[in-house]
């Protein structure tokens, strides 16, 4: 069993700051890649930055420039850095894992999301 726990969520003001976390933790052999999802009012959830064992992260083109991703390899976590938020930037932030099992099942695994909302 894998868990994934999400912490950072909150109210803030556009133009501030915010910083996400994301912990992975249970029967984890390897991780493939971690990332974070959004889910924004009336809007499909989307892909916002994604972070591979090795080369660069993807960022989607709404986020790119203002949000960073760093993933601990070691510690099985992740965390995105949200700067200069806006409006939009409103959202349930999930985040997610591919990864290998300890019994050698490959899957994505997801958090509860974290509730990021900006005021205007």
């Known amino acids: 069993q894998v868990q994934l726990v999400e912490s950072g969520g909150g109210l803030v003001e556009a133009g501030e700051r915010r910083l996400l976390s994301c912990a992975a933790s249970?029967?984890?052999?390897?991780?493939?890649?971690m990332g974070w999802f959004r889910q924004s009012p009336g809007k499909e959830r989307e892909l916002v930055a994604r972070?591979?064992?090795?080369?660069?992260?993807y960022y989607a083109d709404s986020v790119r420039g203002r949000f960073t991703i760093s993933r601990d390899i070691a510690n099985n976590t992740v965390s995105l850095q949200l700067d200069k938020l806006k409006f939009e930037d409103t959202g349930v932030y999930y985040c997610?894992?591919?990864?290998?099992?300890?019994?050698?099942?490959?899957?994505?695994?997801w958090g509860r999301g974290t509730q990021v909302t900006v005021s205007s």
């Open positions: 997610y894992a591919d990864l290998w099992t300890k019994e050698f099942e490959f899957g994505t695994h």
């Open positions: 972070a591979w064992s090795a080369g660069d992260p």
């Open positions: 249970g029967s984890i052999y390897n991780i493939a890649s």
